[in-house]
C-alpha cells in the first residue's frame, strides 16, 4: 500500500517552539493525527509503524534514547494517529512526513468543580413517565471521563441488574488495590490513562495518586453516582441533606474512565479515553472537564467528541465555573451539549450574628462542635490592622498571625486557595471559626462546603457589611463580636432555580453565532457518592470519612443531563445524538417557581439566554418533545465550512473529505440546524440589518398532527416564519420553514455590543417546541 500524500495546508507550531537545537527545546507531549489509511503494509500494526516513524525522526543526540518509549498513545477509532514526546526539531520533521495531517500541541485541563431527581420530577413511583418509560436506563452504557471511581460504594451495587449489554466491548482494567472482579454488573469497565500526564510531569507519586480507575479525588465518584447512581437510603454527608440517594439513570450501567490526575487532565489521555470509550460500546460520554477556548482543529476534546457523536455516542460537557462574566463558556462545539448549572429548593443556612444583634445570611455543611448560640466570640478581619495585607486577607498557608487569631472568629476573602483550605489555615492559627466573604466578582453566589471548624460563607455586600461592622466596632473601642448559627437543612426554598453565580456565560467565543451554554442542570450543592480515602472537605488533614458528599460546580450539572440522555436514548433507541439534545433543548424552561424569568444569583437580577441558554432542563417534556432539530454529521461539515475553516482543518476534525463550495452555496453558519437561533450583526455603518434561518424537524410525536408557530420577537427586532403551520401526515416525516430577522442599528460605543432575545413556539396543543431566537448588535472598533 502507497503511503497518501501530504495533506498540511497549514501549521500548528508556536513559533518559539522552531529554535535550532533540542537541547535548547526539551521535549514536550504533541498528538498526531494521520490519514486513515496511510500505514504502509510493511508494517503489522499501527503502534509499529509509529514507533518506526519516531526512529526516522529522532535527531542525531537522541540517538542512544528508545523511541518507543516516547510513543505514549496510539489511537484508532475518534481519532487515527498517536501521541508522542518530540522535540521542536522532531516535530518539524514529523509535519512533513507523508501522510501527516496535523500536530496538535499538548493542552491540560481541569476538573469543573440527593434531591435533585425529584425537583426534576423523576419519581419512583409514577407509573408512566421517562424512569418507567426507559426502564431507569436499563442496559444503557454512561461512559465518565474524570478522577476514576471508587466502586465499592453502594451507589454503584448491581442488585437485580441483568449482564452487560451483549454490545458492551469493554474490560476492568485490573491494578494494584484494584482487581478486576470490583467491577460487577453496574460498574461494567474501568480503565485509566495517565501516560500523557507522566509524560509532561514525570513518574507519578504513587503514596499521593493510585496508578489503576480507583478515584482518590473524589471528583469522579461524584459524578458518576449523578449520572447513574443506584437508590440508596438512608444518605446525607454530616447530618445534612438527609433522604435518599439516586442518579438520573439508576439502572444505567457505568465505564469510569480515569484521565485525571493531580496536576490536571492532559489532552492525549482524554483523547485516549474518548478512543476507549466508543471502541467499548458506550452511549453516552459524560465528561466535566474543560480548559482554554480553541479552534475545533485544534481542540482534542472537541474532535474526540465528534468522532464519538458520528458513532452515535451522545457527548454532555460541563460549561465550566468560569462565571458570572461573559465570554466565559467552554466546550462549545455544537456536536456537544454544553451544560451550565442552576441551583435546586435546597440549601444549607447558617448565619452569622453579629454583636450589634444583625443577622447575616451564610451558607455552610458543618458537622462538627458547633459555637455557643448564647455566647458572642472576637470578631477580626484577617486582612486588618496588624496583618501583612493581602495573602493574610485571603487566608494563606502561614499567614495568620496566631497571637492575632486565638480564640476569635476570623472573616477571611474568597479567593487563591480553596475555601476549606482556608479553614484549615485559621484552625491552625488557634481561630474557633471563620466567615468566608465573596469578592465584587463572585457577587451574591454561595457554595456551601464541608468545612474543618465552624465556618460560613457570605455574599459580597454582607462581606462588606460585616467589615464595615469590624471597623465601626474598633473606632469605638468596643471589640467586634459574632457566632454562627448553624440551622441545618432547608427545603422547598424559592425561587428555584436560580443560575448560580459560578456557571460559565456565554458568547461562545469560537462560535458567536451558537448559543452557548446549551441548557442548565442541577449543579449547586449536590448530593452524591464520595470515595473512603478521601475527607469530605477534600483538605488532606481532614481524617472524617463519609459516604456522601455535597459538592457544587457544572461538574455536577453535565452528569445531570448524561444521566437524562441515557434515559431518553433507552425510551427512543432511534434518536440520535442531536435528536436527544434538541428534545432537552426545545423542551427546557426559562422560568422559576414564582412563574417568573430565572434570575441570577450572582445579581439578584433577571438572568438571560446568555446565562441558561435554552432554559432549565424538564426529563419529563424531554421524552415527548413533538418536534426535534436532528443534524448529521454532513450537517456539521457544512456548519465548519461557513465557519471559515479550510478542508485540511475540517478533516482534521471530521475525517470527512469537504466540498465547501457546496456548503457556502447553500447558506451560511446559522443555517446549522440547531435547536436555537442567534445571529450577530456588525454595524458597520448599514441601518438596516437581516438574515435568515433554514430548519428542519422531524416529527416524533403524533401521525396526523398539525403544528402553529407563536412568535415572541426580541425587543426591536422583526420576525417572521413561513410557513406558519406545519401538517404532518406520518411520525418520521420532515418539513422545513425559514425565519426571517429583521432590525435596525442602535447607538453604542465602539467595542459594545447589545443582546436581544425572544423566542419561536411551534405547538399542536399538547406540546410546545421552543427555539430561543437571539440578536447580538455589535459596534465593531
Known amino acids: 500500500m502507497a503511503i497518501s500524500p501530504l495533506l498540511s495546508t497549514f501549521s500548528l507550531l508556536i513559533p518559539f517552539l522552531l529554535t535550532a537545537s533540542s537541547a535548547l527545546n526539551p521535549r514536550k507531549t504533541f498528538i498526531v493525527r494521520v490519514e486513515r489509511d496511510a500505514k504502509p503494509s510493511v508494517y503489522l500494526t499501527h503502534s509499529n509503524w509509529y514507533e518506526s516513524t519516531l526512529r526516522s525522526v529522532a535527531t542525531a543526540s537522541d540517538s542512544a534514547d528508545a523511541p518507543s518509549g516516547r510513543l505514549i498513545h496510539s489511537y484508532d477509532n475518534v481519532f487515527h494517529g498517536f501521541a508522542a514526546e518530540l522535540s521542536a526539531i522532531e516535530v518539524e520533521k514529523v509535519r512533513n512526513l507523508p501522510g501527516v495531517m496535523a500536530v496538535l500541541p499538548e493542552q491540560v485541563r481541569h476538573l469543573h468543580t440527593t434531591r435533585s431527581p425529584e425537583f426534576l420530577g423523576l419519581k419512583t413511583g409514577d407509573s408512566a413517565g421517562l424512569l418507567k418509560e426507559s426502564d431507569f436506563g436499563s442496559d444503557l452504557v454512561i461512559g465518565v471521563i474524570d478522577t476514576g471511581i471508587w466502586p465499592e460504594r453502594e451507589s454503584f451495587n448491581d442488585r437485580d441488574l441483568g449482564p452487560p449489554p451483549a454490545k458492551w466491548r469493554g474490560e476492568c482494567v485490573a491494578a494494584e488495590n484494584f482487581p478486576a472482579d470490583v467491577c460487577n454488573r453496574k460498574l461494567i469497565g474501568a480503565r485509566y490513562f495517565c501516560a500523557g500526564y507522566e509524560a509532561s510531569n514525570g513518574k507519578m507519586n504513587e503514596s499521593t495518586e493510585l496508578r489503576s480507575p480507583r478515584d482518590s479525588d473524589g471528583h469522579g465518584t461524584h459524578t458518576a453516582s449523578i449520572a447513574a447512581g443506584r437508590y440508596v437510603f438512608p444518605a446525607s454527608t454530616l447530618g445534612y441533606a438527609r433522604g435518599v440517594a439516586a442518579g438520573m439513570a439508576p439502572k444505567a450501567r457505568l465505564a469510569a474512565y480515569k484521565v485525571c490526575w493531580n ?264 448530593l452524591a457518592a464520595w470515595p473512603a480515602n478521601v475527607g469530605p472537605s477534600g483538605v488532606t488533614s481532614d481524617e472524617r470519612r463519609t459516604e456522601f458528599n455535597i459538592l457544587s460546580g457544572t461538574s455536577m450539572a453535565c452528569p445531570h443531563v448524561s444521566g437524562l440522555a441515557a434515559l431518553l436514548k433507552a425510551a427512543h433507541p432511534d434518536w440520535s445524538p442531536a435528536a436527544i439534545k434538541s428534545a432537552l433543548m426545545t423542551t427546557a424552561y426559562s422560568h422559576d417557581s414564582r412563574g417568573e424569568t430565572m434570575l441570577d444569583e450572582s445579581t439578584g437580577n433577571v438572568s438571560t439566554v446568555m446565562d441558561y441558554g435554552a432554559g432549565h432542563v424538564h426529563p419529563q417534556k424531554a421524552m415527548d418533545p413533538g418536534l426535534v432539530y436532528d443534524i448529521s454529521s454532513l450537517d456539521y461539515v457544512d456548519f465548519l465550512c461557513n465557519s471559515n475553516y479550510t478542508a485540511a482543518n475540517i478533516r482534521i476534525i471530521t475525517r470527512k473529505v469537504a466540498d465547501c463550495a457546496g456548503a457556502r452555496h447553500a447558506g451560511h453558519i446559522g443555517n446549522l440546524n440547531y435547536p436555537t437561533l442567534a445571529a450577530v450583526f456588525q454595524q458597520y455603518g448599514k441601518r438596516n440589518l437581516s438574515t435568515h434561518f433554514i430548519r428542519t424537524v422531524t416529527n416524533v410525536g403524533d401521525s396526523d398532527s398539525v403544528y402553529t408557530v407563536r412568535i415572541r420577537p426580541p425587543v426591536d427586532v422583526a420576525v417572521t416564519v413561513e410557513p406558519e403551520r406545519l401538517v404532518f401526515r406520518r411520525v418520521g416525516q420532515k418539513l422545513n420553514f425559514l425565519v426571517r430577522v429583521r432590525t435596525e442599528a442602535v447607538e453604542l460605543s465602539p467595542g459594545s455590543s447589545v443582546v436581544r432575545s425572544g423566542s419561536i413556539t411551534w405547538s399542536d396543543g399538547k406540546r410546545n417546541v421552543t427555539s430561543a431566537v437571539v440578536v447580538t448588535l455589535q459596534q465593531p472598533l
Open 263 to 526: 496536576a490536571g487532565c492532559y489532552d492525549s489521555d482524554i483523547l485516549a479515553a474518548f478512543d476507549a470509550a466508543v471502541a467499548d460500546g458506550v452511549d453516552v460520554i459524560s465528561l466535566s472537564v474543560g480548559g482554554v477556548v480553541v479552534p475545533y482543529y485544534l481542540d482534542a476534546i472537541a474532535i474526540g467528541a465528534f468522532s464519538a457523536s458520528d458513532a452515535g455516542v451522545f457527548v454532555s460537557a460541563s460549561a465550566g465555573n468560569g462565571g458570572p462574566g461573559g465570554l466565559t463558556v467552554t466546550n462549545v462545539a455544537p456536536w456537544m451539549t454544553t451544560v451550565g448549572a442552576g441551583t435546586i429548593d435546597r440549601d444549607f443556612p447558617a448565619n452569622v450574628k453579629l454583636g450589634d444583634g444583625r443577622e447575616i445570611s451564610g451558607v455552610s455543611i458543618y458537622g462538627g462542635p458547633a459555637l455557643a448560640h448564647d455566647k458572642l466570640y472576637p470578631l477580626i478581619y484577617a486582612g486588618g490592622e496588624g496583618s501583612d495585607g493581602y495573602s493574610s486577607s485571603l487566608c494563606l498557608d502561614g499567614s495568620l498571625d496566631p497571637n492575632l487569631v486565638t480564640g476569635k472568629i476570623v472573616l477571611c476573602d474568597r479567593g487563591i486557595n480553596s475555601r476549606p483550605a482556608k479553614g484549615e489555615v485559621v484552625k491552625k492559627a488557634g481561630g474557633v471559626g471563620m466567615i468566608i466573604a465573596n469578592g465584587v466578582f463572585d457577587g451574591e453566589g454561595l457554595v456551601a462546603d464541608c468545612h474543618l471548624l465552624p465556618a460560613t460563607a457570605v455574599g459580597a455586600a454582607e462581606g462588606d457589611e460585616i467589615r464595615k461592622y469590624i471597623q465601626s466596632a474598633e473606632k469605638s473601642n468596643s471589640p467586634a463580636e459574632a457566632t454562627i448559627l448553624f440551622l441545618g437543612t432547608r427545603l422547598n426554598v424559592a425561587p428555584a432555580p436560580v443560575v448560580a453565580a459560578f456557571s460559565a456565560r456565554g458568547p461562545n467565543p469560537e462560535t458567536p453565532d451558537i448559543l452557548k451554554p446549551d441548557l442548565i442542570a442541577p449543579g449547586l450543592n449536590i
